[in-house]
């Protein structure tokens, strides 16, 4: 993707709330561009400050300090008219879907175009519009208590949609959904994206997210970027320790309590059909354990890890070793 034009930068955004305990540091020296067009991946384990950091980007909560630049203006000072305006440039959906019970799908999807005074029929015929985008358009009269999480969520990402904006954060949007309904979400915003050229913001605590829909990711550790970088980066190679516990998942307690050495291959591209670990044995005449993996087709290529325990012995070891090298398989040790 070509990225010329952040619509968004943060420079040394910090947040602090006052406490009965003391001043919380929730954000700190947070620096961020985010590109037209592009979907940005943000993660962290719970209480990272992953929450805190989206609320700042659409001003629902001020920063402490630093600024948030959204097209080119410093929304630091500005009136509350302004900011409102910039609010209704980005539209946000949550964990918990946030919908009305009161109001049947229609009147959901209808009801952020109330608050800016839009005309009733052009309302109706917008929601209309979006609802049938997200596949919804015979549930129109349905309540949110007679729809499943997923269809939930797709009211609301309608809704999100409905003041035409030109941001979508999604603050932990498939949490609470199964993974085939997870990945039905994903696949509709990236049709979003795609189709809209809205620039997707994904808040998440799952790496199998981030790999599924981003084009870049940043972590956040303790109130901090760890790290930065396009999503296939940032999985092939983490830098950080918060990194490798985040691509490793359950893995990383199989590695801790692995007694032989260990070595997590990185399909980032190979063919599907190829298979790397037979060829492997065959080749250096050497078992090889398979602790963990995670793996999927993605149009003819392999993406995913997989982690192996090889043996103790430091020749048959070597032998594995300079055999990935020479097939130019991305692997590293983990212990």
Known sequence: MEQ?????????????????????TALDDINLDIYQGEIFGIIGLS?????TLVRCINYLETPTSGSVIFEGVNLGGKSPAVIRKARQSMGMIFQQFNLLAQRNVLQ????PMELVGTPKKEARKRAQELLAMVGLEDRMKAYPAQLSGGQKQRVAIARAMATNPKVLLCDEATSALDPNTTKQILELLKKINREMGVTVIVITHEMTVIEAICDRVAIIDQSHIAEAGKVSEIFSNPKTAIGRQLILGDAARQVALGKDRQLRIIFDGRESSEPVISNL??????????????TRDVGGTAMGQMLIQIPEDETEARRIINYLKTMKVTFEEVR
């Open 47 to 51: 209480g990272a400050g992953k929450s």
């Open 108 to 111: 959901n999807v209808c009801f």
């Open 4 to 24: 010329q034009n952040p619509i968004i930068q943060l420079k040394g955004l910090g947040k602090q709330f006052k406490t009965t305990n003391g001043t919380v």
């Open 281 to 294: 044995v065959l080749a250096c005449k050497v078992p090889v354990n398979i602790m963990h993996a995670e």
